[in-house]
């Protein structure tokens, strides 16, 4: 799920807002801060990257929190929720670092994304290497608003399962809209955990990277604030990817989203015999991006 506004879904639920995010610094990307520059350089460390993601996985056991399953009641820890919105490659990344690590988290799995395939050759492989890192799988559904469809999110489970045995009938909303309490119980009837449910979701029970709206230092520093079990929601695209600002995420998944594009119109003979050159001069684009692609 993407930070829109937390407000908008929160008082759809009937949850008060939580307090307002830490002001984001107006200093350019372009500007390296002393602050932030590796020992005896000038180049800067970028908020997004595996190291950050490294270190802050690290940091958790030092403050006394393990990352748990959503189905654990537990006085204190993090649930530690993967969202895979852009690419499974990165979901799987991510998890091998999580096996090195020692932690687990819940993968969370769109059936239907516009941008990744779960039933391709890459996408089944993605899955694979998750399950031998011995993460938990859930659904993540995008609900358009309305009324759920109940028959059609046991559909989308059905073939969840039929690509990862393991999953679990755990369930994340995809950019919700609408009344959360409601699509939560509909949800419920059907044997589904929503990680939208009020236990792991409201002030001082959730903390994201959507956007980029908390850096990785405010991430790790809001889990142990927290009284009780805290929801850390992380996107693996912004962590592999990485970046200053989620605009640095945005082109990168771009430029990989047309290159993939590129390189299957390739596999045409005619667009590899010349056409598909000639056709991308047409548009203004990094000259590497159709390289080798016709």
Known sequence: MEERAYVETVNGAGLAPPSAAPERSTKSPMEPDPAQCRPGGSTPVRDFDLDA???LLADLPAAGLDCVSFRTDVARGVFLRLDVDYDLAFAAQLASINAELGIRATVFVQVGSPFYNPAAPAGRQALEKIAEA?????????????ELDQDRLCREFELLRLMAPQAERILAWHNPDGDLSAINDVAKQAGFLSVYSPQFYGPDKYVSDSNFVNRPGRICQLAPESDGPVQMLLHPVNWCLGGSEMTDVLASIFRSKLRHLIGMMAQNRIWHGGFGRE???EFDMPQDVGRDHG
Do not use: N
């Open 279 to 281: 056709f991308l001069r």
């Open 134 to 146: 011995d993460q938990w799988i859930g659904l993540h559904y995008h609900h358009p608003g309305g």
């Open 53 to 55: 993601y490294r270190r």
